[in-house]
Nanobody, 121 residues
Framework: VQLQAFGGGLVQAGESLRLSCAAS????????VGWFRQAPGRNRDFVAMINKSGVSTYYIDSVKGRFTISRDNSKNTVYLQMNSLKPEDTAVYYCAAGSDRLYLRREADYWGEGTLVTVSS
């Protein structure tokens, strides 16, 4: 599976962005898909994930109520809607596909290239 993440950009605090993770080469519906982010000088950390069917989602506490992950298996794409963005959300965002325990970085089988999100105060 080849993953491509896009949709990042520069926004002001309080604004929104929608990231997309498009897959090619194999259907994405057989994987849980998640988003990770890496701020400068920090580790790549888990942000959110959605299971194969799209029924179950999981978020880190700091984005609950602001971010929404969804998927359209017919388009082989997963989305991350990010609302009420904060400067601390600034990072390179990566999508990944893997097992149902994708919140563990080691459970990712495939990674996309990152997309930079910058939130100014």
């Amino acid at each position: 599976v080849q993953l491509q993440a896009f949709g990042g950009g520069l926004v002001q605090a309080g604004e929104s962005l929608r990231l997309s993770c498009a897959a090619s080469g194999r259907t994405l519906s057989t994987y849980s898909v998640g988003w990770f982010r890496q701020a400068p000088g920090r580790n790549r950390d888990f942000v959110a994930m959605i299971n194969k069917s799209g029924v179950s989602t999981y978020y880190i506490d700091s984005v609950k109520g602001r971010f929404t992950i969804s998927r359209d298996n017919s388009k082989n794409t997963v989305y991350l809607q990010m609302n009420s963005l904060k400067p601390e959300d600034t990072a390179v965002y990566y999508c990944a596909a893997g097992s149902d325990r994708l919140y563990l970085r080691r459970e990712a089988d495939y990674w996309g290239e990152g997309t930079l999100v910058t939130v100014s105060s």
